[in-house]
């Protein structure tokens, strides 16, 4: 019963404006050292970047957008700017979540949230509970979030609803316990700041999305640089294994 097609077991339809876009939002440190300010500053930044993103998503039509705002490997950094950014992450949802649902826009984070403070933990739980039957924009928040650790939570919770299937499982047995089991693969992956890696991202989703990686970075990125990272994928030939001749004549 799984609600979008997985890539590796059927093929899925790919649309001109992709329905999902995932993006590492990386460079802020780097653009607030260039100016020589406190890396925190670029966080801040940021902010400015991820609205104007969610605004360019809704008027293109995006129907899902996942933002990787702190991942499980992200506690390595200094204490003091860990803090900045659970902070940073309280403020701008708090200031943020009336006019999201103003805007239809469904809000969700994914990611293991019990360690940060129960203040911010209610937060979200009540962001997500004041959006849940909006039909808008699907924004996902990826906090505290591993690609690994996605996987591994979904075999644990898997195995304990249904214990007979530790003998053996499908793609499909497993595919509803995932963290974004609500939501079709992304089509177009973004990663901002030059690095040209996952970074323990979406691990399991990402199997056929389209890879773009750009040297913008994050607190630059406007709605000029999202058209760019588009009309890259859309010039993209997407063929799931398949070969070129196999694939339907694009539609105009
Ligand atoms: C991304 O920017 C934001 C987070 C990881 C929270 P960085 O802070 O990683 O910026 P750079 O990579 O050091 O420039
Ligand atoms: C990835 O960025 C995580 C987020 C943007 C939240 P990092 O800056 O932490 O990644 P690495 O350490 O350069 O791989
Ligand atoms: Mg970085």
Same mark, same amino acid.
């Given at each position: 019963?799984?609600?979008?097609?997985?890539?590796?077991?059927? $093929?899925?339809?790919?649309?001109?404006?992709?329905? #999902?876009?995932?993006? $590492?939002?990386?460079?802020?440190?780097?653009?607030?050292?260039?100016?020589?300010?406190? =890396?925190?500053?670029? #966080?801040?930044?940021? @902010?400015?970047?991820?609205?104007?993103?969610?605004? #360019?998503?809704?008027? !293109?039509?995006?129907?899902?957008?996942?933002?990787?705002?702190?991942?499980?490997?992200?506690?390595?950094?200094?204490?003091?700017?860990?803090?900045?950014?659970?902070?940073? +992450?309280?403020?701008?949802?708090?200031?943020?979540?009336?006019?999201? #649902?103003?805007?239809?826009?469904?809000?969700?984070? $994914?990611?293991?949230?019990?360690?940060?403070?129960?203040?911010? @933990?209610? !937060?979200?739980?009540?962001?997500?509970? !004041?959006?849940?039957?909006?039909?808008?924009?699907?924004?996902?928040?990826?906090?505290?979030?591993?690609?690994?650790?996605? $996987?591994?939570?979904? @075999?644990?919770?898997?195995?304990?609803? =249904?214990?007979?299937?530790?003998?053996? +499982?499908?793609?499909?047995?497993?595919?509803?316990?995932?963290?974004?089991?609500?939501?079709?693969?992304?089509?177009?992956?973004?990663?901002?700041?030059?690095?040209?890696?996952?970074?323990?991202?979406?691990?399991?989703?990402?199997?056929?999305?389209?890879?773009?990686?750009?040297?913008? !970075?994050?607190?630059? +990125?406007?709605?000029?640089?999202?058209?760019?990272?588009?009309?890259?994928?859309?010039?993209?030939?997407?063929?799931?294994?398949?070969?070129?001749?196999?694939?339907?004549?694009?539609?105009?």
């Amino acid at each position: 019963m799984a609600q979008f097609k997985s890539s590796t077991c059927e $093929i899925p339809s790919a649309r001109n404006v992709p329905a #999902h876009i995932a993006i $590492i939002m990386d460079g802020n440190g780097r653009w607030a050292k260039k100016r020589l300010l406190p =890396r925190v500053a670029g #966080h801040q930044r940021g @902010v400015k970047s991820v609205r104007s993103t969610i605004r #360019h998503c809704n008027s !293109l039509g995006v129907d899902y957008l996942t933002l990787f705002a702190f991942s499980s490997e992200n506690w390595r950094r200094p204490k003091d700017e860990v803090s900045f950014l659970m902070t940073l +992450f309280y403020s701008s949802l708090a200031r943020e979540i009336e006019q999201m #649902h103003k805007d239809n826009l469904r809000f969700r984070v $994914i990611g293991d949230i019990s360690p940060f403070d129960s203040k911010l @933990v209610s !937060l979200i739980r009540d962001a997500e509970e !004041l959006t849940r039957d909006n039909g808008g924009l699907n924004l996902t928040v990826a906090a505290n979030y591993g690609g690994r650790w996605d $996987i591994m939570q979904a @075999v644990k919770r898997m195995l304990k609803e =249904r214990p007979e299937l530790a003998e053996s +499982f499908s793609e499909n047995d497993l595919s509803p316990y995932l963290s974004m089991s609500y939501a079709p693969e992304p089509d177009l992956f973004i990663r901002t700041g030059g690095e040209q890696r996952i970074s323990n991202f979406l691990l399991w989703q990402l199997a056929y999305t389209e890879l773009y990686f750009t040297d913008t !970075l994050w607190p630059d +990125f406007d709605s000029t640089a999202l058209d760019l990272a588009i009309r890259s994928y859309q010039a993209r030939e997407r063929r799931f294994g398949r070969t070129s001749e196999q694939l339907p004549a694009k539609n105009a």
